[in-house]
T-cell receptor, first 113, second 115 residues
Framework: DAGITQSPRHKVTETGTPVTLRCHQT?????MYWYRQDPGHGLRLIHY???????DKGEVSDGYSVSRSKTEDFLLTLESATSSQTSVYFC????????????FGEGSRLTVL | KQEVTQIPAALSVPEGENLVLNCSFT??????LQWFRQDPGKGLTSLLL?????REQTSGRLNASLDKSSGRSTLYIAASQPGDSATYLC??????????????FGKGTKLSVIP
């Protein structure tokens, strides 16, 4: 299995506070992704990165920002958390954008009160 | 826009049965298809990856097939065990334009294997 570590694994926060989730990899894979998983919606892509400082939006990017200053770290930030952002967040990575196998982290469960 | 469907949403079988999980997709112009397993409260574990040029992949008791022309993939599990109980998801990678590639997930089939 790919070495992917997400932190924190669980977080409870209040509406309006900023939250940062971290994804750390030891595989030196170029492509990193942030997904959210919600009942009834399945997995949806928030943002992805195709290299250091190279990021792009996914289908549900509103209210989220990302940064990638090093190959191994991909940060997801909720500038001002809302209850609709309560979800389980998964980081994933791949060595190729077209044919690469996707590997997932264990997830970060975020509750916004 | 690519759409991925997994039917049924839930399946319950007695231990020892062979079973088939289905995945269908609307756009046959795919790069690959990947099957995952997800246990409750856990991340997704990759089971099998089938590239567009391949027809099937095997790993232990699992066999996945791909028929691009009909937009279908099946995951065959032989001699099911209670430990196989989990949600199984398929995901299809397509070209979403402008040099980017999109992975579209099905909503999964929740499998219960009864001892």
């Amino acid at each position: 299995d790919a070495g992917i570590t997400q932190s924190p694994r669980h977080k409870v926060t209040e509406t309006g506070t900023p939250v940062t989730l971290r994804c750390h990899q030891t595989e030196n894979h170029r492509y990193m992704y942030w997904y959210r998983q919600d009942p009834g919606h399945g997995l949806r892509l928030i943002h992805y990165s195709y290299g250091v400082k190279d990021t792009d939006k996914g289908e549900v990017s509103d209210g989220y920002s990302v940064s990638r200053s090093k190959t191994e770290d991909f940060l997801l930030t909720l500038e001002s958390a809302t209850s609709s952002q309560t979800s389980v967040y998964f980081c994933a990575l791949s060595d190729r954008a077209d044919t690469g196998e996707l590997f997932f982290g264990e997830g970060s469960r975020l509750t916004v009160l | 826009k690519q759409e991925v469907t997994q039917i049924p949403a839930a399946l319950s079988v007695p231990e020892g049965e062979n079973l088939v999980l289905n995945c269908s997709f609307t756009d046959s112009a795919i790069y690959n298809l990947q099957w995952f397993r997800q246990d409750p409260g856990k991340g997704l574990t990759s089971l099998l990856l089938i590239q567009s040029s391949q027809r099937e992949q095997t790993s232990g008791r699992l066999n996945a097939s791909l028929d691009k022309s009909s937009g279908r993939s099946t995951l065959y599990i032989a001699a099911s065990q209670p430990g196989d109980s989990a949600t199984y998801l398929c995901a299809v990678r397509s070209n979403s334009g402008a040099g980017s590639y999109q992975l579209t997930f099905g909503k999964g089939t929740k499998l219960s294997v009864i001892p």
